[in-house]
């Protein structure tokens, strides 16, 4: 899941190094404000044990990757917010690229996908299925299993965009690697949350969990179904990458010339699929679609 | 890779020239080679004798520094996985962002190696090649605490710098504790392979032990915490990090690396 | 005037479990007590109010005659310097002379006087040439005294040492012993020391306080607390071996004086023997 | 037979620290042995072969005549029990129950006979009751005991302790010592302990190893070891406080055999005396 360097250009990964600092500043706000005193140093202490735990690997039987947790929804789960995971994410990561697992320039991509995506959607869906009545064991297995598999899937597109993957090949064995590995994750949360409230249920912030306001949930839901429904059309397309290469051509052809050593923040493509008016009455209809879909899952989830 | 988290720290206590460099020069160093090599154009193939050089320049450095040859293959064999399988997959693809394809294979299931393919995916090996070298690097030759400082000298906000100081404090305690944890169940007969028991029960340990570790660190972290506070801890603590003057040397070292990169990308043009 | 003061203070855990127990607690400056006790008698909790760490249920204390005030606390951790018995809850920095820098940062000093704070340290607990080391390379009894060195670079009036001697071999443990005395005898600091191993108390306290589930229900010189035997009892406690055997002949009809520490006790032995 | 015996036992960490050097140590079925050393000795080294935990750099281990092999490997683990020093690193199951029964289910017993022996074990402890806490609420001196019982319910023949008594309270310690000494006579487990508290050594051993820098040094009886005075000096160990007293006295010219526990060293002053 870590992306190495190299595999995505300057630019970009300038531009998710930013998204990532804004996203490191708050949290550490958070830590210095939002518990009851300035707990800094706790998290610098967590943090090492996380990237300790991080190393016990199950080997997965006749394969030769094998599984560790990552926690990001764990985290945020146990400290009722994501800005936790955010933190913690950020600085194991930070120490795990200079053993080369991952990268530099590619910090921020990692941290926005197993950080800020695992972590908020690792905890806002865990909220929001247990609302819809779901017990908790099994909406903390949702929410851990959707905190593995959204950031497969952002991975997949910033691959894409930076060239080095075909989109729904990626999506799908992304997906396929990361579903898998999202049920040993929430298998584990759901046993390691459970062994924590019961050993330390002061640590466990279980009563924040229900003041988080329906506003705030619903509000992550949209952007994540948003986001959703804006990724499914260059998913059902049966070219995305034709759509990367017609707008790359309509762009203008800089990538190829020698006299530019530096590879321009998105060479290839303005916001990929941008170009075409066509294109956005599919973003629309997708969206719509996704939604009617989603809502239509959940109505199911909350009947059984 | 973490079957040896103090190993890799031992490396770091060695004693040779590379090892004594200003940490802040070896920091700025690592990161100018890694983002001239990931800056470098994707499709050009005078790029393969830039990247040769930087990569030449970090094993003499490593060659000075004096590290294991077995402790190297060591990290690179844990690093390069990943990184090796996109790059082998990128003659079979299409990329996006070349026009032109000019088939040299013909394989099964339709199957096509491309020569573009070919030298993207080479190149883009090539370049994350160099960027791992150059971690392993600086990570074999400066101390993590040393990197922090460092970092925290070359202007790291306050804060982070305080919680990376913990944490590279830290990861120690709880390695040797996580061994101390698994030494203790594999006296009693733990394994994870072990048939004799349910996987669900197995998983479920594997979850305990996960649990404890986090609780002991987050009571470590309490326990620090108080301590940290009868020393006077207040929201403007900051870590001790002391001056330290940057030797001639250290300007040299770092000039050559710039030397290096400004004679890779105009100097072998002109060859 | 008390340099510690502790008034009818109580704590309670959880709004559960009573701690302390009203505890009325005195140090002189300059004394040197011992705090002895079962496990969980309420020491290290005791050692927490001492220096504003956790905050009485009820009650007071008193540091130099001052309640502790949110405005006064950095005075007050100036002043009694806490040791707590892992070192590694103490020790956080990677290497030690960042460690022991770190008090007088807080303190906001100067550069050139933290560098000679953090000397004089280290001089003290004889560590001069560990400054890079890094603590996971450390032996126990020398983790133990870069904590006293980060406590000391603080230049406390009061040092207080919870289970100093924990995990160390009897080399270590007289070693450490030793220091502390030091301290209080050269540099006049108050020493307060937790401990379970009565044996060295009479080496390190002039003045010992024993408490049990929560509240000080001895105060005296070591010879009158060991000569309370009922108290020692209730306590999980033992007397120190030297006393025991000293009672045991006193019941064989013996007529000594129960000693504590063994050179007083071979000269009484040498008394009764001549 | 030997229950355990090791040749020329070496182990090197990392290639460079020599913590173990040609340790020749042979334990007998039934065997109370004490292995004593400073800091850094190498007690723990040893105990981590005794059950394969390590592998030697060079020698071997025998465990009751068989050399450890990845077959005979959990067998070994039955037969030989190790109880670390720090509870926390044993105990991680969330019920005192589910921990007992950790060993015993990786032996693949059925349901009833860890039942059985998750409360024979509890039993043996006394910590029948205990079943359903959690380990994090229970004290220094129970957690101990919980980690005993999850070795004890893996009905090991021999007990290995790392400094069993660490951290407790003399009257805590007393109870641990009188349980080590049960288990030996009534169920006939060997025990081997390793402590720096040379006083409680005369009480829970019969031999007595002594360890340093990586080799043993001596190996006898309580007495025997303490009467060899360069030995313990050597070793930045003591005599426990009985035999320097005893000691101290001899040399004032008092004829007297030196002794080691109290009992012993009272009959002897009184035979002085009178
Ligand atoms: N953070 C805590 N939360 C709840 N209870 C606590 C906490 N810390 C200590 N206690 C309880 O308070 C009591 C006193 O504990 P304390 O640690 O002060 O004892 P102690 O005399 O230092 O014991 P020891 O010799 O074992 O260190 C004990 O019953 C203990 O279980
Ligand atoms: N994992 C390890 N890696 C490297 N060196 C080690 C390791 N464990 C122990 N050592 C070293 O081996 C030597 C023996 O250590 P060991 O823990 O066996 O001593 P010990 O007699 O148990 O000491 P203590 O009484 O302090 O527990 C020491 O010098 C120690 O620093
Ligand atoms: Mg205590
Ligand atoms: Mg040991």
Redesign the interface.
């Known amino acids: 899941m870590?992306i190495?360097?190299?595999?995505i250009?300057?630019g970009q990964?300038a531009v998710y190094w930013i998204i990532a600092a804004i996203f490191?500043a708050r949290s550490?706000k958070w830590a210095?404000s939002d518990l009851d005193e300035?707990?800094?140093?706790?998290?610098?202490?967590?943090?090492?044990?996380?990237?300790?735990?991080m190393?016990?690997?199950?080997?997965i039987p006749m394969s030769p990757v094998s599984w560790h947790?990552v926690g990001a929804a764990l985290t945020a789960i146990i400290f009722a917010s994501p800005w936790a995971a955010v933190?913690l994410m950020t600085?194991v990561l930070?120490?795990q690229?200079?053993?080369?697992?991952g990268?530099?320039?590619v910090m921020g991509a990692n941290i926005i996908n197993m950080g800020i995506i695992g972590g908020f959607s690792g905890y806002y869906s865990y909220i929001a299925l247990s609302r819809l009545s779901l017990t908790r064991s099994k909406a903390m297995f949702a929410g851990a299993w959707i905190s593995m598999i959204l950031p497969a899937i952002a991975l997949s597109f910033e691959?894409?965009f930076a060239?080095?993957?075909?989109l729904k090949q990626g999506v799908f064995l992304m997906s396929l690697f990361q579903g898998a590995a999202g049920i040993g994750e929430g298998?584990?949360t759901?046993?390691?949350?459970?062994?924590?409230s019961?050993?330390?249920p002061?640590?466990v912030a279980e009563d924040a969990h229900k003041k988080v306001s329906t506003a705030k949930v619903a509000a992550f839901s949209i952007i994540a179904l948003a986001g959703l429904a804006l990724a499914a059309p260059f998913l059902a397309s049966s070219n995305p990458?034709g759509l990367?290469?017609t707008a790359?051509?309509v762009i203008g052809?800089g990538?190829?010339s020698?006299v530019?050593?530096?590879?321009p923040l998105f060479?290839?493509?303005a916001i990929p699929g941008m170009g075409m008016s066509g294109k956005m009455a599919a973003i629309v209809i997708g969206f719509a679609v996704v939604l009617v879909i989603w809502l239509g899952i959940s109505k199911i989830i909350k009947k059984g | 890779?973490?079957a040896t988290?103090t190993e890799?720290e031992r490396e770091a206590y060695r004693k040779s020239p590379v090892h004594r460099m200003d940490g802040r020069i070896k920091i700025i160093m690592?990161?100018l080679l890694?983002?001239y090599?990931?800056?470098?154009?994707?499709?050009?193939v005078?790029d393969f004798p830039r990247l040769l050089l930087l990569e030449a320049y970090l094993a003499v450095l490593m060659l000075l520094a004096r590290l294991e040859f077995s402790y190297l293959t060591f990290?690179f064999a844990?690093?390069l996985p990943?990184?090796f399988s996109?790059a082998f997959?990128?003659p079979f693809?299409?990329?996006?962002?070349?026009?032109d394809f000019t088939v040299l294979y013909r394989l099964p299931f339709g199957l096509e190696v491309t020569g573009e393919g070919l030298l993207f995916g080479t190149l883009?090996f090539a370049?994350?090649l160099?960027?791992?070298t150059a971690?392993?690097l600086?990570?074999s030759t400066t101390s993590?605490s040393e990197?922090v400082s460092s970092a925290r000298r070359l202007g790291m906000?306050r804060?982070?710098a305080?919680?990376?100081?913990?944490?590279?404090?830290?990861?120690f305690?709880?390695?040797i504790?996580?061994g101390r944890i698994r030494t203790a169940q594999k006296t009693r007969g733990f394994d994870?392979w072990n048939k004799k028991v349910p996987r669900r029960w197995t998983?479920?340990q594997?979850?305990?032990?996960?649990?404890?570790?986090?609780?002991?660190?987050?009571?470590?972290?309490?326990r620090?915490?108080q301590s940290?506070l009868c020393r006077g801890?207040?929201?403007d603590a900051q870590v001790y990090v002391g001056k330290k003057k940057m030797g001639v040397s250290d300007i040299l070292v770092l000039a050559l690396a710039l030397g290096v990169i400004i004679a890779a990308?105009f100097g072998l043009k002109f060859l | 005037m008390y340099i510690i003061e502790t008034r009818a203070l109580t704590h309670v855990y959880?709004g559960k479990i009573k701690a302390l127990d009203s505890i009325n607690f005195t140090a002189k400056p300059g004394e040197r007590i011992a705090l002895i006790g079962a496990n969980g008698a309420g020491k290290s909790t005791l050692f927490k109010h001492f220096n504003g760490i956790l905050k009485p249920t009820s009650g007071d204390i008193l540091i130099k005659g001052e309640p502790i005030s949110k405005k006064s606390i950095l005075d007050v951790r100036k002043t009694v310097g806490v040791v707590f018995q892992d070192p590694d809850d103490q020790i956080?920095a990677p290497t030690v002379k960042q460690d022991v820098a770190f008090g007088p940062m807080n303190l906001g000093l100067s550069e050139e006087v933290i560098e000679k704070r953090v000397r004089e340290a280290l001089e003290t607990v004889r560590l001069t040439g560990f400054e890079e080391r890094a603590p996971h390379h450390l032996s126990t009894g020398e983790k133990k005294k870069v904590a006293i060195a980060g406590i000391l670079a603080m230049q406390p009036e009061v040092l207080v040492l919870d289970e100093p001697t924990a995990g160390l071999d009897p080399g270590g443990a007289v070693r450490l012993i030793r220091l502390i005395n030091q301290m209080n005898r050269y540099l006049g600091i108050t020493t307060i020391v937790a401990t379970h191993e009565v044996d060295i108390v009479p080496l390190l306290a002039d003045r010992v306080c024993i408490m049990s589930s929560g509240r000080i229900i001895g105060d005296g010189t070591p010879q009158e607390i060991f000569s309370t035997d009922e108290l020692i009892k209730k306590t999980h406690l033992r007397l120190p071996i030297v006393a025991q055997l000293m009672e045991m002949l006193q019941d064989e009809g013996i007529p000594l004086n129960v000693k504590f520490t063994l050179e007083e006790a071979r000269d009484e032995l040498l008394r009764v023997v001549k």
């Open positions: 870590h190495p360097d190299a595999y250009p300057l990964a490191i550490i210095r300035n707990m800094i140093p706790l998290f610098g202490v967590l943090a090492a044990g996380m990237f300790v735990l190393t016990i690997n199950i080997p947790m933190l600085l930070a120490v690229s200079l053993y080369g697992d990268g530099i320039t691959m894409w060239g080095t993957f075909p298998i584990i759901v046993i390691v949350f459970g062994a924590i019961k050993a330390r002061d640590i990458d990367q290469h790359s051509t052809n990538i190829n020698a530019s050593p530096i590879t060479p290839n493509y | 890779m973490h988290l890799l690592t990161l890694i983002v090599a990931v800056a470098l154009p994707r499709m050009e005078l990290r844990i690093a990943f990184g996109i997959l990128q693809i299409k990329q996006p962002f070349i026009s883009i370049k994350f160099v960027c791992i971690v392993i600086l990570s993590l990197l906000p804060e982070l305080l919680l990376f100081t913990m944490m590279v404090r830290y990861l305690v709880f390695w504790m996580l994870l998983l479920q594997v979850g305990y032990t996960i649990s404890s570790l986090f609780i002991r660190s987050y009571e470590q972290g309490e620090t915490y940290m801890y207040n929201a990308q | 959880r956080f």
